[in-house]
């Protein structure tokens, strides 16, 4: 590979940008062509189906390599479970509570050779996974079930044998959201959040990252939060110089790239504003600043580091070997083996990934319950409960289970009032049994209100199909399982344990305490 680039080029190493549909539009053509932007983010929007996104990013490595001379980054959030981004012709691994819910670091390895495999024949090769983020707070808006666990050694070690599967096939493991965004109780896509406390208080959280480091992962990103007790500046992790360079490289010794979390975020472009920030990112030891939606901004922010570059805000210095830093690494996964794309979705991948999803179930109250010949089924449909999260249009949880089960279904509203309430009780009344899905249930509590108020004249089993934390508030005759995931692969999980073809198995990651 030729590491003598124009400035411009050098330029764009350093940006990663996304694109608005299923193929190359000619602003995001003419952005690589003449302000060198070098890398790309996939979301949802850019993906139809397996050979769609095949053909996408063989286009994007063509245009790259010839407007550049250089490999593209192709980067994906492939975490499994509740952030996918992915087809469903692919597999979806289950999240990562879920993979902590097995007690088997094996099947983080498995679930991480199943991801990069898959991703190395797409054409993808930067996955944005695993969390090493440990979430121990409960009322975590954006982590919850995308963390292994709320203990940092559960967390280190899985997350690090995930690290290790994806990375044996090609692919760069980027660990998130460094230092931790596991104590926040705000979202950082919507608000810039603050977490206090001085460094001591937060080696929990950094135990992980240091973990991941000591273990070989290859890229870390940062997250949008102030940490007020330890930067005196006012400044964000990703934007601060003691995080991404002292503490991060320096003490941590880690060498690979730091990625910036997106800097189109409310907590950024609200506060510093994307371009600037995207400057201020670098200064601090970004390698990678990511801008995931409007290229324009991505124009902007190139031109912003040249001129930063020649007014000496920038160290010239300190810049290129951070360019080099990034030149090798693509030389790297340019020179890994590729996986060929029949694997994508097989019938093995699929088989395997069901087995993992199987083991994830967990029995959290063990309350007597019976589905009898005509059990109703209840839940919400899969809404988008954080803006960072996929919504799962296949599936329908209170239809689905009692297609596969047998039975009548309810579909309710997300947060049932009393009338509602009211409404499912009378159609309850000549069933069996009841069985509720909760879909964020500890934030909706109306759908807690609901189960609690079935479990006064009928058996109840109710299902968390995402944070288990849900389960918490439930009355104690109440028979509840964790889930972790509203998707096809954990319904038909759940169908097989409801006619007794398997058994809850998992143990949960993580302290539900009653409020």
């Not at 670091?105 to 498995?110: H, S």
């Not at 024949?121 to 121990?136: E, K, R």
């Not at 020649?310 to 090798?328: M, N, P, Q, W, Y």
């Amino acid at each position: 590979m030729d590491l003598e680039l124009s400035l411009a080029c050098r330029i764009g190493q350093h940006l990663m940008c996304g694109l608005p549909g299923y193929t190359l539009d000619d602003t995001f053509r003419e952005a690589v062509r003449k302000y060198k932007i070098s890398n790309v983010i996939l979301f949802s929007r850019n993906i139809r189906d397996k050979e769609q996104l095949f053909e996408l990013c063989a286009q994007i490595q063509e245009l790259v390599q010839t407007e550049c001379g250089v490999p593209a980054l192709i980067g994906i959030d492939q975490e499994g479970g509740m952030v996918s981004r992915l087809s469903s012709d692919c597999t979806i691994v289950p999240s990562a509570m879920a993979i902590g819910a097995t007690g088997d670091e094996r099947c983080a390895l498995r679930a991480g050779i199943l991801t990069g495999r898959e991703l190395s024949a797409l054409g993808v090769n930067v996955d944005f996974a695993p969390s090493l983020d440990m979430n121990s707070n409960p009322h975590n808006p954006v982590i919850g079930v995308r963390s292994y666990g709320d203990d940092p050694d559960v967390v280190s070690r899985f997350a690090r044998s995930m690290v290790e599967g994806i990375q044996s096939q090609g692919v760069m493991a980027v660990g998130k959201h460094f230092p931790g965004h596991g104590d926040t109780h705000q979202d950082s896509h919507l608000v810039l959040p603050a977490v206090g406390g001085e460094l001591s208080d937060l080696q929990n959280h950094i135990l992980p990252f240091s973990e991941a480091v000591r273990g070989g992962i290859q890229g870390i990103m940062s997250s949008h939060i102030l940490f007020p007790d330890i930067e005196k500046e006012n400044v964000p992790a990703t934007m601060s110089p003691f995080f991404m360079t002292e503490l991060l490289k320096n003490t941590l010794g880690f060498k690979g790239l730091v990625f910036s979390d997106c800097m189109e975020m409310h907590a950024i472009a609200k506060h510093s504003g994307t371009v600037d920030g995207t400057v201020s990112a670098i200064k601090a030891g970004v390698d990678v600043v990511l801008i995931s939606h409007t290229i324009s901004l991505g124009i902007a922010a190139a031109e912003a580091i040249a001129k930063a570059l020649e007014e000496g805000i920038l160290s010239r210095e300190v810049f290129d070997a951070s360019t080099e830093k990034i030149l090798l690494a693509k030389q790297m996964l340019q020179e890994a083996e590729r996986k060929p794309l029949s694997v994508v979705g097989s019938a093995m991948h699929k088989k395997e990934n069901q087995r993992l999803y199987a083991q994830s179930l967990t029995l959290v109250q063990d309350a007597p319950f019976e589905l009898g010949g005509n059990p109703l089924f209840v839940g919400v449909t899969c809404f988008q409960a954080t803006v960072v999260s996929s919504e799962e249009h296949e599936v329908n949880f209170a239809p689905d289970m009692a297609h596969l089960v047998g039975g009548s279904s309810l579909v309710v509203s997300e947060n049932p009032d009393e009338k509602e309430i009211q409404r499912v009780l009378s159609q309850a009344s000549k069933c069996s049994s009841v069985v509720v899905g909760t879909y964020n249930g500890h934030q909706y509590p109306g759908q807690i209100a609901l189960a609690n108020a079935l479990a006064k004249d009928h058996p109840v089993l109710t299902v968390a199909l995402r944070n288990p934390y849900d389960l918490a508030e439930l009355d104690v005759r109440i028979r509840s399982i964790a889930a972790y995931a509203y998707n096809r692969d954990t319904i038909l999980a759940l169908a097989r344990l409801l006619k007794k073809e398997i058994s809850a198995t998992g143990i949960l990651p993580v302290q539900l305490v009653r409020t």
